[in-house]
């Protein structure tokens, strides 16, 4: 299984919920030099006052026609 380390991340929190966006890029092994892909998760959270709850989670990889922000990374 290829690893998908968090590259950057930003969260915003109201109250017991909070947004995060990350960035991600793929490898075969944590070592290798070569990313075989790169994307962006968002997830919604909540928190029920004990712990923090994914309510949802959504991701996109990186293609040629769409690359990810500079400032994203």
Same mark, same amino acid.
Request: hydrophobic share 40%.
């Given at each position: 299984?290829? =690893?998908?380390?968090?590259?950057? =991340?930003?969260?915003?929190?109201?109250?017991? /919920?909070? @947004?995060?966006?990350?960035?991600?890029?793929? $490898?075969?092994?944590?070592?290798?030099?070569? /990313?075989? $892909?790169?994307?962006?998760?968002? *997830? @919604? *959270?909540?928190? &029920?006052?004990?712990?923090?709850?994914?309510?949802?989670? /959504?991701? &996109?990889? +990186?293609? &040629? +026609?769409? $690359? *990810?922000?500079? $400032?994203?990374?």
């Amino acid at each position: 299984m290829p =690893a998908t380390p968090i590259c950057a =991340a930003r969260s915003q929190r109201f109250g017991a /919920v909070a @947004s995060v966006r990350s960035t991600y890029e793929a $490898k075969r092994d944590p070592r290798d030099a070569d /990313v075989i $892909k790169r994307g962006v998760n968002f *997830l @919604s *959270l909540f928190h &029920d006052g004990e712990r923090w709850w994914i309510a949802s989670i /959504v991701w &996109d990889n +990186e293609s &040629d +026609e769409r $690359k *990810l922000p500079i $400032k994203w990374d």
